[in-house]
C-alpha cells in the first residue's frame, strides 16, 4: 500500500511529461519561434546518440583526469560572463523597477521608488541583494550598474552550475556530475538568462544550495556541533529563498514529503524545528526592517497585491502577465477591497467554465510553461539591448540565424524532458523510493501543479533546471544500459 502511495509521484510526472512532449512535438503552440517536428524528432535521436556516446565513451576518459571538473567550471564561468556582457539588456519591466531602486538607493537618491516595493513584496529581497551589490561596487567606484548586475547574474548562475556538479556526484557519482556540467556547458538559455538579472535565476541558485545543504546535512547526522550549524544555514537559506522566490522552495517541501512517506523520527522532527525557528526568526526580522525603511504612511497594506490577484490572472488564457486584469485589481483603493474584488472575480472567471473548458485551459498552460526551450529569454533580451551583435542575430525571433539557433534549445529542454521519463521508468520498476532522485521527483510535480494554479511563464520553470537535470542524467544511464543489452539479444523491456 504504502509503495503504491510512493508511485503517484513519478508516474503523474512521467504521464505529464509524455503529454507535454507530444505537443511540443506534434501540436506546438509558437511561444518565441515556430518549428518543424520532423527537425525537432531529427534533432532528439541525434541528442540521445550524443548523450550516450559521451556517457559510455568520453566520460570514462577524462574522469580521472584531475581538475577536470575545475577547468570545466573554469569554461562556463568565462562563456557566462562574456556572454552575458554581449547580451546585457537595459533595465524593464519588473526587473527595471528592482534595478532602479536598487541603483536610486544606492546613490542616495531622495525618491527610490518605495511604492513599487509596498505593492510587490515579493521583490523586496531580490532588492535589498542588489542593493549590497551596488554599494560593495560604488565603494570601488564602479557606477556602471548595468554591467555589475549582469556579472554577478553571471557569477550567481556559475555557482548554481557548480553546486549542481557536487549535488549529482553526491546523488549518484562523479561520471554523472561530470555529464550533467558538460551538458550545462551546452545549455545555451543559461548564457542567455545571465543578462536578465532578476528573480528567476537567483531562485535557481537557492533551491540548488537547499539540496546541496540536504545532502550535506544528511552526510554529518552524527556530527551534532556541525549537523547544527548546518540545520541554521539551511533556515537562514530557506527564508532568503523564500523571499527571493516562493518556488525556490519547492525542493524544500519535496524533502519534507519525502522524509514523511520514508521515514519521520524524532531526530528528523527536532531537526526540523530548528531550520523552522530559524527561518521564522529571519523572515520576522526582515519584515519589520522592511516596514520601518519602506514605511512612509499608514496605509501600508493598502499597497500589497493579494495573493489571489496572481490566482485570478492564472486562471485567464495561457496564464501569463495580463494588463486588464492588473488595471482591474489596481482600480480597488484598500488591500481588502483588491482582496474581495479579487476573490468575486475569480469565482466569476470559475463560473463560466464547463468542466471541459477548464481543463483545456489548463492544458493550454501546461503547454505555454514546458514547451519553449530558452525559458522565455529571447523575448526578454529584445527589449532594450544596450548594444546589439551577431548573438542577438542568432537568439532573437528576428534574428538572421535564429532558423539555425533555435532547434539546439528546443532539442535539448526536450531531450531531458524524455530521459526525465525514462528515469521516472526505472524508479518504479526498481521501486527505489528511498533514493534522493525521488525528491527531485516530487518537486518537479510540485512546480508543475503550482504554475497550474499560479500566474505562468516558461521562464518560470529555470528555478527547476538543475533538479530537473539531475533526474534527467540518470535515464541517459538507463537508456544506455538497455540499448547495449539489446544489441547483445537480450530482451530487457
Same mark, same amino acid.
Given at each position: 500500500?504504502?509503495?503504491?502511495?510512493?508511485?503517484?509521484?513519478?508516474?503523474?510526472?512521467?504521464?505529464? /511529461?509524455?503529454?507535454?512532449?507530444?505537443?511540443?512535438?506534434?501540436?506546438?503552440?509558437?511561444?518565441?519561434?515556430? *518549428?518543424?517536428?520532423?527537425?525537432?524528432?531529427?534533432?532528439?535521436?541525434?541528442?540521445?546518440?550524443?548523450?550516450?556516446?559521451?556517457?559510455?565513451?568520453?566520460?570514462?576518459?577524462?574522469?580521472?583526469?584531475?581538475?577536470?571538473?575545475?577547468?570545466?567550471?573554469?569554461?562556463?564561468?568565462?562563456?557566462?560572463?562574456?556572454?552575458?556582457?554581449?547580451?546585457?539588456?537595459?533595465?524593464?519591466? &519588473?526587473?527595471?523597477?528592482?534595478?532602479?531602486?536598487?541603483?536610486?538607493?544606492?546613490?542616495?537618491?531622495?525618491?527610490?521608488?518605495?511604492?513599487?516595493?509596498?505593492?510587490?513584496?515579493?521583490?523586496?529581497?531580490?532588492?535589498?541583494?542588489?542593493?549590497?551589490? *551596488?554599494?560593495?561596487?560604488?565603494?570601488?567606484?564602479?557606477?556602471?550598474?548595468?554591467?555589475?548586475?549582469?556579472?554577478?547574474?553571471?557569477?550567481?548562475?556559475?555557482?548554481?552550475?557548480?553546486?549542481? @556538479? #557536487?549535488?549529482?556526484?553526491?546523488?549518484?557519482?562523479?561520471?554523472?556530475?561530470? !555529464?550533467?556540467?558538460?551538458?550545462?556547458?551546452?545549455? +545555451?538559455?543559461?548564457?542567455?538568462?545571465? =543578462?536578465?538579472?532578476?528573480?528567476?535565476?537567483?531562485?535557481?541558485?537557492?533551491?540548488?544550495?537547499? /539540496?546541496?545543504?540536504?545532502?550535506?546535512?544528511?552526510?554529518?547526522?552524527?556530527?551534532? +556541533?556541525?549537523?547544527?550549524?548546518?540545520?541554521?544555514?539551511?533556515?537562514?537559506?530557506? =527564508?532568503?529563498?523564500?523571499?527571493?522566490?516562493?518556488?525556490?522552495?519547492?525542493?524544500?517541501?519535496?524533502?519534507?514529503?519525502?522524509?514523511?512517506?520514508?521515514?519521520? &523520527?524524532?531526530?528528523?522532527?527536532?531537526?526540523?524545528?530548528?531550520?523552522?525557528?530559524?527561518?521564522?526568526?529571519?523572515?520576522?526580522?526582515?519584515?519589520?526592517?522592511?516596514?520601518?525603511?519602506?514605511?512612509?504612511?499608514?496605509?501600508?497594506?493598502?499597497?500589497?497585491?493579494?495573493?489571489?490577484?496572481?490566482?485570478?490572472?492564472?486562471?485567464?488564457?495561457?496564464?501569463?502577465?495580463?494588463?486588464?486584469? /492588473?488595471?482591474?485589481?489596481?482600480? #480597488?483603493?484598500?488591500?481588502?477591497?483588491?482582496?474581495? =474584488? &479579487?476573490?468575486?472575480?475569480?469565482?466569476?472567471?470559475?463560473?463560466?467554465?464547463?468542466?471541459? &473548458?477548464?481543463?483545456?485551459?489548463? +492544458?493550454?498552460?501546461?503547454? #505555454?510553461?514546458?514547451?519553449?526551450?530558452?525559458?522565455?529569454?529571447?523575448?526578454?533580451?529584445?527589449?532594450?539591448?544596450?548594444? %546589439?551583435?551577431?548573438?542577438?542575430?542568432?537568439?532573437?525571433?528576428?534574428?538572421?540565424?535564429?532558423?539555425?539557433?533555435?532547434?539546439?534549445?528546443?532539442?535539448?529542454?526536450?531531450?531531458?524532458?524524455?530521459?526525465?521519463?525514462?528515469?521516472?521508468?526505472?524508479?518504479?520498476?526498481?521501486?527505489? @523510493?528511498?533514493?534522493? %532522485?525521488?525528491?527531485?521527483?516530487?518537486?518537479?510535480?510540485?512546480?508543475?501543479?503550482?504554475?497550474?494554479?499560479?500566474?505562468?511563464?516558461?521562464?518560470?520553470?529555470?528555478?527547476?533546471?538543475?533538479?530537473? !537535470?539531475? !533526474?534527467?542524467?540518470?535515464?541517459?544511464?538507463?537508456?544506455?544500459?538497455?540499448? @547495449?543489452?539489446?544489441?547483445?539479444?537480450?530482451?530487457?523491456?
Amino acid at each position: 500500500m504504502k509503495n503504491n502511495i510512493k508511485k503517484i509521484f513519478p508516474i503523474l510526472l512521467s504521464s505529464i /511529461l509524455f503529454w507535454i512532449i507530444q505537443n511540443a512535438i506534434l501540436n506546438y503552440d509558437p511561444i518565441i519561434y515556430q *518549428f518543424n517536428p520532423i527537425y525537432l524528432i531529427i534533432g532528439i535521436a541525434i541528442y540521445l546518440a550524443l548523450l550516450i556516446f559521451t556517457s559510455k565513451k568520453i566520460i570514462p576518459k577524462i574522469e580521472h583526469i584531475k581538475y577536470i571538473h575545475i577547468v570545466l567550471f573554469s569554461i562556463f564561468g568565462i562563456l557566462s560572463i562574456v556572454l552575458g556582457q554581449l547580451l546585457k539588456v537595459n533595465p524593464s519591466w &519588473d526587473m527595471g523597477d528592482v534595478f532602479n531602486i536598487a541603483k536610486n538607493y544606492t546613490i542616495g537618491s531622495e525618491d527610490i521608488g518605495a511604492g513599487y516595493l509596498l505593492q510587490y513584496p515579493n521583490n523586496q529581497m531580490i532588492t535589498v541583494i542588489y542593493i549590497v551589490v *551596488f554599494k560593495i561596487s560604488y565603494i570601488f567606484k564602479c557606477s556602471d550598474f548595468i554591467t555589475i548586475a549582469t556579472l554577478f547574474n553571471s557569477l550567481i548562475i556559475t555557482a548554481t552550475v557548480i553546486l549542481l @556538479y #557536487y549535488c549529482i556526484n553526491k546523488i549518484y557519482n562523479k561520471s554523472k556530475a561530470l !555529464l550533467a556540467l558538460m551538458i550545462c556547458l551546452c545549455t +545555451t538559455p543559461l548564457y542567455m538568462h545571465c =543578462a536578465i538579472y532578476y528573480t528567476d535565476s537567483l531562485s535557481m541558485f537557492f533551491s540548488t544550495l537547499i /539540496l546541496f545543504l540536504f545532502l550535506i546535512l544528511k552526510e554529518n547526522e552524527n556530527k551534532t +556541533t556541525l549537523k547544527n550549524i548546518l540545520l541554521i544555514i539551511m533556515g537562514i537559506t530557506l =527564508a532568503i529563498a523564500w523571499k527571493v522566490k516562493i518556488t525556490s522552495i519547492f525542493i524544500a517541501i519535496a524533502i519534507v514529503v519525502y522524509q514523511i512517506l520514508t521515514q519521520i &523520527d524524532k531526530k528528523t522532527l527536532k531537526n526540523y524545528c530548528i531550520i523552522g525557528i530559524t527561518s521564522i526568526v529571519v523572515l520576522l526580522g526582515f519584515s519589520i526592517t522592511m516596514n520601518k525603511q519602506l514605511n512612509k504612511s499608514s496605509n501600508i497594506e493598502n499597497y500589497k497585491m493579494p495573493i489571489e490577484h496572481w490566482i485570478m490572472i492564472g486562471l485567464v488564457d495561457n496564464g501569463s502577465y495580463n494588463e486588464d486584469l /492588473l488595471n482591474y485589481t489596481l482600480s #480597488y483603493n484598500s488591500y481588502s477591497e483588491k482582496r474581495e =474584488a &479579487d476573490r468575486l472575480k475569480i469565482n466569476e472567471i470559475m463560473r463560466n467554465y464547463t468542466c471541459n &473548458d477548464f481543463i483545456k485551459h489548463l +492544458t493550454v498552460k501546461l503547454k #505555454y510553461a514546458w514547451t519553449d526551450g530558452t525559458y522565455y529569454a529571447p523575448a526578454k533580451l529584445s527589449r532594450n539591448p544596450v548594444n %546589439k551583435n551577431i548573438i542577438h542575430e542568432c537568439i532573437l525571433n528576428d534574428g538572421k540565424y535564429s532558423n539555425i539557433y533555435k532547434y539546439f534549445p528546443q532539442v535539448m529542454h526536450l531531450t531531458l524532458l524524455i530521459l526525465i521519463i525514462f528515469s521516472c521508468i526505472k524508479l518504479i520498476k526498481e521501486k527505489d @523510493y528511498t533514493s534522493y %532522485k525521488y525528491i527531485l521527483s516530487i518537486s518537479m510535480v510540485g512546480i508543475i501543479v503550482f504554475l497550474l494554479i499560479w500566474e505562468n511563464r516558461s521562464r518560470y520553470i529555470l528555478t527547476m533546471f538543475p533538479i530537473y !537535470l539531475a !533526474l534527467a542524467i540518470d535515464g541517459i544511464d538507463y537508456i544506455g544500459e538497455k540499448s @547495449y543489452l539489446r544489441a547483445k539479444g537480450k530482451n530487457t523491456w
